[in-house]
């Protein structure tokens, strides 16, 4: 290492960046990312932003364009303050699932975190984008931001329209629904449905060209045309009761929402689609970008391109992002998905170069064959958080974490720990642990049962529930006036 | 290899979710009033035009979502750190709200909390304190307005507009130019040419004097020359008198508060006195650099008191106004001499006063103090059956009706009968009319 170290020339040396430098990190960084580690990315787009613009993305889902929503200023009013008083710090990054991969980095980092970042984000995150399956699948890199630019506009022209007050209590109804707003097993419609946008396109052209002052309501978002209507009608028709994407069945079924409530109620459902993948691949995410970035800096080191106060600094922040307090400690908030994703990612490198007896029993395909590269793209290709956890955790990382499983009873003063990390308890331990991750378990399962389209109109709902844990009722009570606004007539839920 | 690109967006605009913001506001808008009147009473008169942290019940912005309720049925859970257990122990729960750290999970879009706090911006805090008010807009935003400047010397740039051009350092800097490049001066040049002159008027020149005039030409170019590269004033010799905005130097303001606090003055009466106080200052803060605040009470005798005694300690007493006068003139004569400071008395009260007494005051004011002051404000605080009754201006209690025989002598008194927020501002009419005749 010493003698590399005087061959090769550092990239940067000190806090300070210049676009230079960072050009220079980028393109040593993308050597190793492709070259070494065969990723296979999008371009890359890099925006540096300040703290303040950092604090305006964050409010609204880190995208560059939002709608506006009140929402959005409430979370930004407290994100501001916690950040003012220094209760809580900002990510050093944002990095948006789109083609070309925008990834937003804060002007106030130093180099070497720049340099973490870009390994982190560019690479680790931009990688799994474009791999994994549920990504592939269930969103649309490129179609999200002109998509999101529709919405803006759609909805802003709404506001001009109908009033504040109107848009405000539609996108209210369906944001408390975005949790079973999602279509879980069947592949979504496309957003950028083409036929659908031309269509938009032809009528916002007839309405020009057919202009009139008299008509400035725009008679197409009020009225329904009689083609749609059955175009619609006969989709409603084509839904299989029970029905678990809540926001589909009232944007095609509800019987009071004019079009462009519709219209509304189907950007927020997209939106809740195009996030879905982030929320069943946390671990899976974080761990392939935190073992990408960590990987990659120790090579730039290794290869004498970064000095040795920068490594110090880059194991620094590298150990708080996987730092994971235990059950008992006042910071502990269930697993740190940067921690768990990482360490099991780590261990399918060790299990492949240097396996224990033990490994050779739990991973006979992968153990000793240092094919942990082609073994890791395929793990970030085609699993997800449950899946992942399920095939890969082994009997070392549970040791590691001290992982430890218990039945929580709500009615019992005492829980029961029902399996720890020892030879006994290990698949156990293991199955419990995958099965948090599904988000079919963790979230309540709703669906539409029944809903009387031809005479009184009334929708039923039920929620599946597992063992026996029923829903809050205070937040089901303001849940279901929500609905109610949606589908303005009676709702009813039940649990079973 | 791939392209990259960065994109340098620091200077792009600010703010892009200002409009989000407002939306919040204008959501939350009755719980953020009542949580500022609320801190109106908590914030002392010198804070009123800082930006505030509040804190508003979360029920308004709730956004729920369906939500599995922990109290029920069971659930398998998997947590790192085990430290002593085993398979089978038995191990109680650690008392609700510690321990398991489920803090993070409810912390905004539940209803997992009942409070949400964040920070309101100066001018959104006093958007919300003229509400109530109801100030013309004009008066509004002079009251925002950042404090008034004017353009102060500050030495000398080089670059600036021709009217500011410095003649004097201009010159001096072409003139040792010139000296240091040795630019050939015109007498010398003139003195050369004379010579050229008189070697020309021979008719018949001996070698010498050709040799000397072609020596003469040959200098006379190169000065030529040198002239031209070093030139008589230069874009760099030029010099500008710069000038900066700096804030203007008002002197200073004192202000009286005076207040009744015997026994008939209760919550209301003192909240509405507060804003009225609160109001003033404001005014004071924007006109002048320094403002002093006396707080002086008075039931049958007077004091004076810090801010915290004034508003919310309790005395009993009959009522003498006049006390409070002689207690202001003696701390005015003490501490604030009258040609150093601008003075403006406020003073509030429920009008009564011991029989007599009035007049005592009307005379203290016409003697002592209103050739002194800047303003004299007085407002008498009714509830609002009673503003009925006295709807009549020249009817009242015994100190109204004083005032009102002296007041139109002295054009910057003003008094008023305020029985919610929104009559204070009529008081201060006066005043901001005539600050903005200045402006004007």
Redesign the interface.
Known sequence: MGQAAEETTLLFDGADWNFETLNNTLNAIEDIALNDLGLNIYPNQIEIISSEQMLDAYSSHGMPLMYKHWSFGKHFARDQMMYQKGYSGLAYEIVINADPCIAYLMEENSMTMQALVMAHACFGHNHFFKNNYLFRQWTDAEGILPYLDFAKKYIAKCEDQYGLEEVESVLDAAHALMDQGVFRYNRPPRLSDADRLAKMAARAKHAETTFNDIWRTLPDLEVEEEEEMEERQAEVRNIKLPEENLLYFIEKASPVLRPWQRELVRIVRNVAQYFYPQKQTQVMNEGCATFVHHYIMNELFNRGQISEGAIMEFLHSHSSVVFQPEFDDQRYSGFNPYALGFAMMEDIKRISEDPTDEDREWFPEIAGRNEWREVLKDAWANFRDESFILQYLSPTVMRNFRMFAIADVAKESHVHISDIHDNRGFRQVRERLAKLYDLGMREANIQVVAADLEGDRALHLRHETHNGRKLDTKTKDAVLTHIETLWGHEVTLDEV | ??????????K?P????L??????????KAQIKDAVNKSLRDRSLKEIDKGE?ITIPSKS???????????????????????E?????????PPKGG???????AS?S??GEDE????LTQEEFLDIFFEDLELPNLVKRSLKEIKSTAFKRAGITSAGSPTNLNLIRTMRNAHGRRLALRRPSTKEMNALKERLFQLERISQPNEDEIAEKKSILAQLEEMEARRRWAPFIDPLDVRYNAFEPTPVQTTAAVMFCLMDVSGSMGEREKDLAKRFYMLLYLFLKRRYERVEVVFIRHTHHAEEVDEETFFYSRQSGGTVVSTALEKMMEVQKDRFPAGEWNIYVAQASDGFTQSGDAQRCVEMLNDDIMPISQYYAYIEILDERELEVFSDADSGAELWRAYRTFAPAWGHFAQTRIAKPQDIFPVFRELFAKDKREAA
Do not use: C, W, Y
């Open positions: 290899m791939t392209s990259f690109h960065f994109i340098d967006r620091r792009n600010k703010g892009k979710s409009g989000n913001r407002q939306r919040f506001l204008k959501r939350a942290k912005t709730a956004e729920p979502r369906f939500r599995v309720d922990p109290n029920t049925g069971e659930r398998e859970m998997v947590h790192p750190g085990n430290k257990f085993a398979k089978g122990d038995k191990v109680k729960k321990g398991r750290g489920k803090g993070k999970e905004d539940g209803d949400f706090q964040f920070t």
